[in-house]
């Protein structure tokens, strides 16, 4: 079953830019507009939609490149409708483990191909997780369960809600899209070249897919863990859940980057893993009014325009270094899962009106960087990270107080005698954070950082700050799957989502869960 997409497909599509000063002087009527403007061969026009809006900013005159859907005569949009989903099968059951963006779209799938899901979460739902979160931010006092990356709607729930994603399957991912729209989602990010939900607005478009789930059938356990499995002639027999067993049919792993207890419990049962090269850094902070004022040339340019964002990679001995989520007006977060180690990472409210940009800054991290850990096999990567993250909280001095420095004085390799402001909540120590990494990763940090301000010039601003460590980009390991999803080794048992190793945010994650549901209903 495929959700009513294609039924707002447009007739026509005509690509078009205008400058942001005429654009927003014609706010009032921006269909007469582009009428007038820029669609005078069209007549009998009935509607006009925009399919896709970026900005450009790299001439002094900025303007918004639109990709605009016209209708005319009888070629009129339909709205997006309701799913209608078959009776469910009550002898068909896939037990997905996360409640994150893999595990609520493959139970979204579930549903469409008539499968009953059961999804155990260990976190709590979004109104008690939301609590546990405001005393981190407020004490820095963690809970190991309920936390920035465990909970309803995983990672992606209070950091952020980006929807951007370099997949090329444009169809699929607007079918995630329009779920979302359904589900309360502004219908902006149809269109939005960078869509973007917000921390503020996620929330309850998670609850309201979880009703969805609730209402068509499944069911969705919170505060029940995945504890132990059982085995039996290659395939998982049993699950034990808070330590109680029920037989399991089909295992659907979709539990996060963070889920460190899952990948221990498949190491104890001898299921193949695979270390998997992934990034670690800083993150970093601007005020926004600096950020907007080195993108967009001018105030008057600010004052028209979101606030301003940047995206930038380059190669430092033969390496990457790039910018990672960058959260224009936004926030940085504690992200760490358990006591003893620290953890940053970012989110914007929907308005992005924040007074602080923030961005991680991270390099790759492989085989070289780990080689200390290799005794742990497929684990080495995880307790490498690990290990920084124990010596960052060492550098903070506790209680998610996380190291910090200023950027001249990083750039310069000498201590801050004070730190500037940054949103970071829990609180900062000065660091050197010189110290933090292997010489090799720190080099490439800095040295890319002193690339970053050729390319943005002023970006080494007396205001900004490092916090650390970004460390929490992507999994250190992969679960194997084959051509058809499933584990090599176990044939009941289908890794999903970011934290199996196949996915990076929150569309890919949604994409990957409907992908694998679609191949468990294939191999039946």
Known sequence: ME????????????????????YHQNMDDLDSFYAKNFLSQFTNINSITTLKKSTDARKPTIKYNLRLGVYTDLDYPKKLENLKYPPLNSKEVIHIIGFGPAGIFAAIKCLMLGIKPIVIERGKPVNKRRRDVAVLNR??????????????????????????????????????????VLHGADPAILYEAHPHIGTNKLPHIIENLRETIIQQGGEVRFEQKLTEIKLLNNRVHQIAVNHKWESCQTLLLATGHS???????????????EAKPFAMGFRIEHPQS????????????????PPASYSLVCQVKNKGVFSFCMCPGGVIAPAATDKNEVVVNGWSPSKRNGKFANSGWVTEIGEKEW???????ALAGLKFQKSIEEKAYQLGGGQSKVPAQNLTDFLADRPSATLNKTSYHPGVTPADLNTLYPHDVTYRLREGLREMTKKLNGFNHE???????????SAPVRIPRTAMFCHPEIQNLFPCGEGAGYAGGIISAALDGFRVVQAINELK
């Open 290 to 305: 600096l950020i907007n004022t080195i993108q967009y040339h001018s105030p008057e340019n600010a004052a028209l325009l």
């Open 371 to 377: 080689k200390e850990f290799a005794q742990h096999g």
């Open 259 to 273: 889920a460190r207890d899952v990948y221990m419990l498949l190491h104890k049962h001898k299921i193949s893993l």
């Open 463 to 473: 205001l900004a700050i490092v916090t650390a460590p970004e460390s929490r980009t």
């Open 139 to 180: 004490s820095g006092v963690i809970d190991s369960e309920s936390n920035y990356c465990f909970g309803e709607g995983g990672a992606g729930t209070f950091s952020d809600g980006k929807l951007y994603t370099r997949s090329h399957k444009r169809g699929k991912i607007q079918e995630i899209l329009d779920l979302f």
């Open 3 to 22: 959700t009513s997409w294609k039924s707002i497909v447009p007739y026509h599509t005509i690509e078009i830019s205008v400058p942001i000063t005429d």
